[in-house]
């Protein structure tokens, strides 16, 4: 029995071994593309699980340049927001106040309550995580902001 469990130990190594499975919210394996046309041109989106778009948990990254802001708005649902990288700065309320915001470092999180008016921006590049309830849907504070209007 024991030169059984011997031999069959080599054969369990080998098979523990085996490549493993790939990750596919590692930053390498995300697909890129042009942010929601209901952000302001320039940040860059993309889904780490889920559907944005369609009833169910979602969460995407989004990179977002220097000097980058989006508007007052809410959402229908919660929003829980994590820097990835580099800083933004955050408030709640009907418009944007610089003076007024807080900051958000790698790894800090925040929750923007579904209803509540928030706005975020950069002053260097950044990159946050957001996940939530689909469908993702954004309501600017004031019409004038929503970058879909422009169009």
Excluded: C
């Excluded at 952000?39 to 000097?67: E, H, I, N, R, Y």
């Excluded at 708005?73 to 418009?95: L, R």
């Excluded at 106040?97 to 706005?119: E, F, Q």
């Excluded at 600017?140 to 970058?147: G, H, I, L, Q, S």
Aim: aromatic share 6%; glycine share 8%; proline share 9%.
């Amino acid at each position: 029995m024991k030169s059984l469990i011997i031999l069959a130990l080599p054969v369990m190594l080998v098979a523990g071994s085996a490549a493993p499975a790939k990750i596919t919210h590692h930053p390498a394996n995300l697909k890129w593309m042009d942010g929601p046309s209901s952000l302001p041109s320039g940040a860059q989106m993309a889904v780490v699980s889920g559907d944005p778009g369609k009833k169910g948990m979602f969460t995407l990254q989004l990179k977002l340049p220097a000097d980058y802001a989006v508007p007052a708005h809410h959402h229908p649902t919660d929003e829980h927001v994590s820097v990835v990288s580099g800083k933004i700065g955050y408030g709640m309320s009907d418009k944007l106040d610089r003076h007024a915001a807080k900051s958000l470092a790698p790894g800090n999180r925040v929750t923007m309550k579904a209803g509540m008016n928030h706005w975020v921006f950069t002053t260097a590049p950044a990159t946050i995580q957001v996940s939530g309830m689909g469908p993702f849907e954004i309501v600017y504070a004031n019409k004038a902001d929503d970058p879909r209007e422009a169009k």
